[in-house]
């Protein structure tokens, strides 16, 4: 069994086109004053026409295989965390396999909504750490903008499309790294949840792709209470104390989600860093791109102890815990 798997490399991928939050009141009836107060968003960046899902990955693979200083070729395994795949089949993990030439090791995708970054996390560590892989891409990749309804002012100036990948290694890219890496991650579901945030088509069911729904206020009250208890399990279980925790990188679903989880945690504002301002929520892939962006910014430096905590339809919730 390896002890640990490190981190060797972020980066991301935001697609071009910026929507402004005046840009959305032009088409539906809302206003850039209340969603800035109800959510922080701002703007979102949204996909251009036949740019997909796994062109958003690819780009930030790219962009985590530079940062690793490794080659497509090193990698074993691609996890890709999507709910809004290319196809139905293959997985949107084999599309960019193709696309980055890599003949060997498996690719799959992981299905978890909002959490789906930190069950691929889960996954990939359990696969490194059992001798399976060892090198393996973990990609958070997504085009919201397609499943949603645009007449729903409820839902849709809440999302927006990107991508960010992690490298994950059994071993570290350099010997004062040993040591260092996922310390440990916590996942959960509950399946009674199903209706209060949901798509409502699918190939089994309807043979239609289906639109975003959502019940905000129900998502909410569960969301900051799973959020806080799944980052106090997660760092108990590898007896850290929260106040040991230098950065926390949550999803990035509302600001005032991560507010009111920081009250409750009694973090520092300064600790948590936010990009919902700029991304809006981008599901599976906002907790790598907001880890990527404090990582480039200088914020977030090798040796700090980083949090990351998700919570999304089914529901599903959960947080890892890194020394980076
Ligand atoms: O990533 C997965 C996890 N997702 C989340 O965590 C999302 C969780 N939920 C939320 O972030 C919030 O619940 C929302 C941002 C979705 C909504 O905020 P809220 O403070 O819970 O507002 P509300 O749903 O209670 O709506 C308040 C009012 C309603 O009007 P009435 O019924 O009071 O007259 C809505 O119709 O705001 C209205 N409203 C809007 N008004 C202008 C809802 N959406 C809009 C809008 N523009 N876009």
């Known amino acids: ?97 193709e696309r980055l030439g890599i003949r060997n090791g498996a690719a799959f995708d992981v299905q978890a909504v909002c959490t789906g970054f930190i069950y691929a996390l889960t996954v990939a560590d ?34 927006g499309d990107g991508a960010g990948a992690m490298v994950l290694s059994s071993t570290p890219s350099k010997a004062e790294n040993a040591g260092k890496g996922i310390m440990n991650t916590f996942i959960r579901s509950d399946g009674r949840h199903k209706d209060l945030l949901y798509v409502d088509g699918g190939p089994s069911s309807t043979q239609t792709v289906g639109k975003l729904r959502m019940a905000g206020n129900q998502v909410f009250r569960h969301a900051v209470k799973e959020l806080s208890d799944s980052m106090v399990q997660c760092a108990a279980g590898v007896d850290i104390a929260i106040p040991d925790i230098d950065w926390f990188v949550p999803h990035q679903a509302n600001q005032r989600i991560l507010e009111a989880v920081a009250k409750r945690l009694d973090l520092r504002r300064g600790q948590v860093v936010s990009t919902v301002a700029y991304h809006a929520n981008t599901s599976a892939a906002s907790i790598p791109l907001a880890l990527d962006v404090a990582i480039r910014d200088g914020r977030i430096k090798r040796g700090h102890k980083i949090m990351l905590e998700a919570f999304g339809g089914g529901f599903t919730w959960g947080a890892a815990l890194l020394d980076y």
């Open 1 to 97: 069994m390896i002890e640990h798997t490190y981190i060797r490399g972020v980066g991301s991928y935001l697609p071009a086109r910026v929507l402004t939050n005046e840009q959305l009141s032009e088409t539906v009836d809302t206003s850039d004053e209340w969603i800035r107060a109800r959510t922080g968003i701002m703007q979102r960046h949204i996909a251009a026409e036949g740019q997909n899902t796994s062109d958003l990955g690819y780009r930030a693979a790219c962009e985590a295989l530079d940062d690793a200083g490794m080659e497509a070729g090193d990698i074993d395994l691609i996890v890709v965390a999507t709910s809004t795949p290319d196809l139905t089949f293959p997985s949107t993990a084999t599309i960019i396999q």
């Open 126 to 159: 359990a696969m490194i750490r059992t001798g399976k892989n060892s090198n393996v891409l973990v990609i958070g990749a997504e085009t919201f903008s397609r499943i949603l309804d645009w007449n729903d002012r409820t839902t849709c100036v809440l999302f």
